[in-house]
C-alpha cells in the first residue's frame, strides 16, 4: 500500500490515536448490551421438558439481537422469569427462576456475554412467580405461590391451595446463593419489587376471600439491609365487604405485575381483569397512597410493567391485543400520560415482559409468548415514543416468559435519574 503524503512519524501519531480512542476496526465492540429471555418448551413438547434460556448480543447501533453462540442455555422446568445481580469484581450473575420445579439458577456472565451454570438452589416456597435483588445486591427475594412446610415439604398445590411466601437468599461476594429464609405473605403472591435507593421491598398479591370478590393487594416491608429479614410497613388495612384482608393496599381485583420508578417515589401496578394501571406515591416510611385521577386505562389484559432507567417512561406489555401502552410520567405526580411518541405499539403475540437495556436506556425488547420471539424498539428520550428496531422480530428457542437485559461492560454507564 502506497503512503501518499503522509510521513510515518504522522501516521504514527494517527494510528496511536485511534487506537487511544478505542476506534481501530479490529478493537472496537459494538456489543452494547446482553437481552437473555426465559423460554418454557414448546406447547407440542412433554411436559417433562426443561426450558432454557436465550441469549443475544445487542448492536450499538441499530438495536439488533444477534444470537450467542452458546444459544440457547439449558434451564429447569418452565423458567418464569429472570434477575441481573449488580457488576462487581467478581463479575456479574444471573438468577432464573424455574416455576414448575420451584429452583434457582445461578449463572455466571463471562465477558463474551455467554452465561456459565455455577449451582441450583431450592426456594423455600413451591412454584415461584417473580424475584428481584435489592438496592444493595446482597439479597435475592423470590415469590412463592404456596408457603412449605418443615423440611421444605409442598404443602399446597393448585387443587388444594394456600398461602404464599418469599424465600429470601443472601448473595455472596462470588455471586452465590447462601442460606435461605422465609417470609411468610398473603394468597397468591405474583410480583415483588425491591425499591433501589432504599430498604422498602413491595409483594402484590391476588387474595381470593370466601366471603368476598377478588382483590388485589400491595404488601409493603422493610429490609434489615444486615439480614434480609422483611418487618411489614405501618399503615394500609384493607378491607372488603366487610371481610378484613389484611395490612397492605388495595390493587385492582386480578393484579399482574408491579414495579417502582428508579428514584423510588412511585409504585404501578397493572391489573390484567379491568385493563387497568395503578399508581401509588412512596412515603417516607414505605406507605404508600393512592394516585389521584387514577386508575389509568391500558390496552387489554395488561401482564407486565416497567419504567425506563431514565424514570422518563413506562411500559405495559398488553397480551391479549399484541401490543406495548406506553406513558410519560409527569415528574412532580408520578401519574402516567399518554407519551407524545406514540400511544400503543404493536408488537408479537401475547406479548409478556419488558426489559429496556440499560447502558444507554435507548431499546427496549419485548418477549412474544405464542410467536416464540422478541421484539426490539428503539425508546425515543425525547418523549418515549418506540420504533421498531432492523429485523425485529428475533426468534427464540421456545415460548418466551420474561427478559433482562445487561450492559456490556464496555458501556456500563449510568442513566440519569430524572427528580421535580
Known amino acids: 500500500m502506497k503512503l501518499n503524503n503522509i510521513g510515518r512519524g504522522a501516521l504514527a501519531s494517527i494510528l496511536s490515536l485511534a487506537v487511544g480512542l478505542g476506534v481501530t476496526a479490529c478493537s472496537r465492540d459494538y456489543t452494547l448490551a446482553y437481552v437473555y429471555v426465559t423460554t418454557s418448551a414448546p406447547l407440542s413438547a412433554s411436559s417433562s421438558t426443561d426450558g432454557g434460556v436465550s441469549a443475544f448480543a445487542v448492536d450499538y447501533q441499530s438495536g439488533a439481537l444477534t444470537p450467542l453462540a452458546d444459544s440457547p442455555i439449558p434451564a429447569g422446568k418452565k423458567p418464569i422469569t429472570l434477575v441481573a445481580g449488580p457488576a462487581s469484581a467478581n463479575g456479574q450473575f444471573i438468577y432464573v427462576v424455574n416455576h414448575d420445579d420451584s429452583t434457582v439458577m445461578e449463572f455466571a456472565i463471562g465477558t463474551d456475554g455467554k452465561l ?7 426456594t423455600t416456597g413451591s412454584l415461584p412467580t417473580a424475584a428481584a435483588i435489592d438496592a444493595g445486591g446482597k439479597y435475592l427475594f423470590v415469590a412463592n405461590t404456596y408457603q412449605n412446610g418443615p423440611n ?10 394456600g398461602p404464599g411466601s418469599v424465600t429470601i437468599f443472601p448473595i455472596n461476594s462470588d455471586g452465590s446463593l447462601g442460606t435461605a429464609t422465609t417470609q411468610n405473605v398473603g394468597n397468591l403472591p405474583v410480583g415483588i419489587v425491591a425499591s433501589q435507593t432504599n430498604s422498602y421491598i413491595y409483594v402484590l398479591d391476588q387474595e381470593n376471600a370466601s366471603t368476598a370478590s377478588p382483590l388485589g393487594v400491595v404488601l409493603g416491608y422493610s429490609e434489615n439491609t444486615s439480614t434480609g429479614a422483611l418487618t411489614p410497613t405501618t399503615g394500609g388495612t384493607v378491607v372488603l365487604n366487610g371481610v378484613t384482608i389484611g395490612n397492605g ?28 394501571l395503578y399508581g401509588y406515591l412512596t412515603g417516607t416510611a414505605g406507605q404508600l397512597s393512592t394516585m389521584t385521577n387514577g386508575p389509568f386505562t391500558t390496552g387489554t389484559f395488561p401482564v407486565a410493567v416497567t419504567v425506563d432507567p431514565r424514570g422518563k417512561y413506562l411500559y405495559v406489555s398488553n397480551y391479549n391485543d399484541n401490543t406495548v401502552s406506553a406513558y410519560a410520567i409527569d415528574i412532580a405526580t408520578g401519574a402516567p400520560v399518554a407519551s ?15 426489559a429496556i437495556e440499560p447502558a444507554l436506556g435507548k431499546y427496549l425488547y419485548v418477549s412474544n409468548y405464542l410467536d416464540g420471539t422478541v421484539s426490539g424498539e428503539a425508546l425515543n428520550s425525547h418523549n418515549g415514543g418506540l420504533t421498531a428496531v432492523q429485523n425485529t ?9 420474561c427478559a433482562v437485559a445487561v450492559a456490556n461492560g464496555t458501556y456500563g454507564h449510568p442513566n440519569q435519574i430524572i427528580n421535580p
Open 116 to 122: 456459565y451454570l455455577k449451582n441450583t438452589y431450592n
Open 249 to 276: 393496599y388495595p390493587a385492582g381485583t386480578t393484579p399482574s405485575a408491579i414495579a417502582e420508578d428508579p428514584s423510588a417515589r412511585f409504585v404501578y401496578v397493572t391489573d390484567k381483569a379491568t385493563n387497568q
Open 393 to 401: 422480530p428475533f426468534p427464540t428457542s421456545g415460548l418466551p416468559t
Open 152 to 161: 421444605n415439604t409442598q404443602l399446597y398445590t393448585p387443587a388444594s391451595p
Open 340 to 354: 407524545v411518541g406514540s400511544s400503543s405499539t404493536a408488537v408479537g403475540t401475547t406479548p409478556t415482559c419488558i
